[in-house]
């Protein structure tokens, strides 16, 4: 079983940064893809920012320029830089892992609210 916990969401001012983090540990495997999702109520969950294991990265238009995704040496941490945040980038933000440990697996975190606010 894969597990990831997220952390770093929070309230922030229009034009501040916050920094998500999300770690994934048990039966992790080979991990092919690491990225950020979010969510508003009544709206589907959207890719905000994805890194493949190869270093490729994908960002959502609405996002590109003031958000980076990066990894740790281990590629089993995930991060996302979010600057200049606008309240339109309020959500819930959750982490997701697809990789292949036996079987392919999907993973998904818990969530983290990030509110943007003045």
């Known amino acids: 079983q894969v597990r990831l916990v997220e952390s770093g969401g929070g309230l922030v001012q229009p034009g501040g940064s916050l920094r998500l983090t999300c770690a994934a540990s048990g039966s992790i495997g080979s991990i092919s893809a690491m990225g950020w999702y979010r969510q508003v109520p009544g709206k589907q969950r959207e890719l905000v920012a994805s890194?493949?294991?190869?270093?490729?990265?994908n960002y959502a238009d609405s996002v590109k320029g003031r958000v980076t995704i990066s990894r740790d040496n281990a590629k089993t941490t995930v991060y996302l830089q979010m600057n200049s945040l606008k309240p339109e980038d309020t959500a819930v933000y959750y982490c997701?892992?697809?990789?292949?440990?036996?079987?392919?697996?999907?993973?998904w975190g818990q969530g983290t609210q990030v509110t943007v606010s003045s």
């Open positions: 890194l493949t294991s190869g270093g490729n990265t």
């Open positions: 997701n892992t697809r990789g292949r440990y036996k079987f392919e697996y999907d993973a």
